[in-house]
């Protein structure tokens, strides 16, 4: 049964939703749409913070950052309590509408094509305001991409054409093709900027392809898809691997390619595998990739690791210690995704719980604490034993078996990324001296950033190990 305090926080929560709109420009109001109170609206907080829950983070962002002071204007005028507003992450708040979310993205979309002020021409372009060079870490693993970035954005289609950003998934590649995106846009705002995932762009050839039976049509549309990627300046092709092996798709990206780089467009790809792990595509596309130049963004060290987690506790207004940072940068030690995603995760449930964002806290909101007890050496050793069929003490011995060296050097590798251990301990450990140890551990970490097949090998044996 519904009680009326219930009903009348409803219908307040309703106003508050329709007052916020009216103070902001169409293209948040799907975001606006997306949120919910995660406390009773009326109930006064000892802390002064009110706190409000959407599935959609990057709403919460644009909310938090820019529109701040119109929510608690809003919130103000509804409730007559004076409480600072303050969004957590919430991704059960999704399933409860996420049919109306989709309606509303399409209309938002249909707005942003009205919009002409920055931020919104920005997301017009296809770019995640977050993904800014501002918002970047830049670390030992990300220098030289970095770099080349910026040159890029500040004379596009000049040096450096075509970019291929390369590395494993979740280090960063699409926020830097974004950020120089961005960069552009604000240089140049005359400019005209696309960004699209090969896959969409896939997609979408093949869909205009197959739904036009009559030429004309087919003409027309094919006209209109062309237009949309080559009458801009600068193309950015997110994970443009998916295209390996797709010959039509390959066809229209080397065509596409073609026509903007002989009108000195610029031309940025990422991609999750370096391009000499591309196994099908044409040599004359290979080849048009080559002319540019190719950055490789590696796995962020500890440091890195740390600072990214604290800028972006930074930007979710939740801000971690050192301590907290540390303990999540080693936790999470091969992909910034999973890193930020258990930040996410942790810190919503502290607000909602109202408790701190400390180590105790942290291993019980991401169910880590038994997790972490179980692994040691001999675990990783035992894992790395069976994944190569080969006996544990031979792994510690002198054998030098195809298998045993592989599963030797994973075992090594895997330990020292995962339990963080001195290359001396590893040594008595693994009964080697200290210079093999590091020799392997350093040159396994550089194999995986070109090698495809090894950094799956990694992933796996990671994954065995946290569940044995
Ligand atoms: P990729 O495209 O390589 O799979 P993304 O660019 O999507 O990875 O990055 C995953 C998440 O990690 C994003 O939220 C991004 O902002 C963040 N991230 C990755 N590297 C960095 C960095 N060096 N500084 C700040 N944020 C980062
Ligand atoms: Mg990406």
């Not at 961005?182 to 400019?191: E, G, M, Q, V, Y």
């Not at 990627?229 to 600068?234: A, E, F, P, T």
């Not at 910034?336 to 400390?358: F, H, M, P, T």
């Amino acid at each position: 049964m519904v009680s009326s305090l219930d009903k009348k926080e409803a219908q307040a929560w309703d106003d508050f939703l329709q007052k916020l709109q009216e103070k902001l420009p169409g293209f948040v109001h799907s975001w606006v749409m997306s949120l919910e109170p995660a406390l009773p609206l009326f109930e006064d907080s000892e802390n002064g913070i009110f706190l409000i829950k959407s599935n959609q983070s990057f709403g919460i962002q644009v909310l938090q950052q820019k529109y701040l002071k119109e929510v608690e204007e809003a919130l103000f005028e509804i409730t007559n309590i004076k409480r600072t507003p303050r969004f957590v992450l919430d991704e059960t708040v999704k399933k409860k509408k996420q049919q109306k979310t989709t309606k509303i993205e399409k209309e938002h979309v249909e707005t942003a094509k009205k919009m002409e002020n920055l931020a919104q021409m920005h997301s017009f372009c296809g770019l995640n305001l977050k993904y800014t060079f501002e918002n970047f870490v830049e670390g030992e693993n990300s220098k030289f991409a970095y770099k080349i970035a910026q040159m890029i954005a500040d004379a596009p289609g000049q040096k450096y054409n075509p970019l291929f950003i390369s590395g494993s998934v979740g280090l960063g590649k699409t926020h830097l093709m974004q950020a120089i995106g961005h960069k552009i846009l604000k240089n140049f705002p005359n400019l005209k900027i696309r960004y699209t995932k090969a896959e969409e762009f896939g997609n979408k050839l093949i869909e205009t392809l197959n739904t036009c039976k009559n030429p004309a049509d087919l003409n027309e549309r094919m006209r209109k898809f062309r237009d949309m990627h080559r009458n801009v300046d600068v193309l950015l092709i997110d994970d443009i691997q998916w295209i390996d092996g797709k010959k039509r798709t390959e066809e229209e990206i080397f065509n596409t390619f073609d026509a903007l780089y002989h009108a000195g467009k610029q031309i940025i790809f990422a991609s999750d595998r370096p391009l000499s792990a591309f196994e099908m595509i044409p040599d004359r596309l290979r080849s048009r990739f080559e002319w540019g130049i190719e950055a490789n963004i590696k796995v962020p060290d500890l440091e890195t690791r740390m600072e990214i987690v604290k800028q972006h506790a930074k930007l979710s207004d939740f801000p971690i210690s050192d301590e907290v940072a540390l303990f999540l940068a080693k936790e999470f030690n091969t992909n910034v995704r999973e890193l930020e995603g258990a930040y996410n995760k942790a810190s919503a449930r502290a607000s909602i719980e109202g408790v701190e964002l400390d180590i105790e806290n942290i291993k019980e909101f991401l169910d880590l604490s038994s997790k972490k007890k179980k692994i040691t050496v001999d675990n990783i050793l035992e894992i790395c034993a069976k994944y190569f069929c080969v006996d544990k003490d031979e792994i510690l011995s002198t054998a030098r078996t195809k298998e045993v060296v592989n599963a030797r050097k994973y075992a090594i590798y895997l330990a020292r990324e995962m339990l963080d251990l001195s290359y001396p301990v590893l040594a008595k450990e693994f009964n080697k001296n200290h210079t093999t140890i590091m020799y392997q551990h350093e040159k396994l970490k550089k194999d995986i950033q070109t090698n495809k097949a090894m950094q799956i090998i990694t992933d796996e044996l990671n994954e065995l190990i946290k569940i044995s």
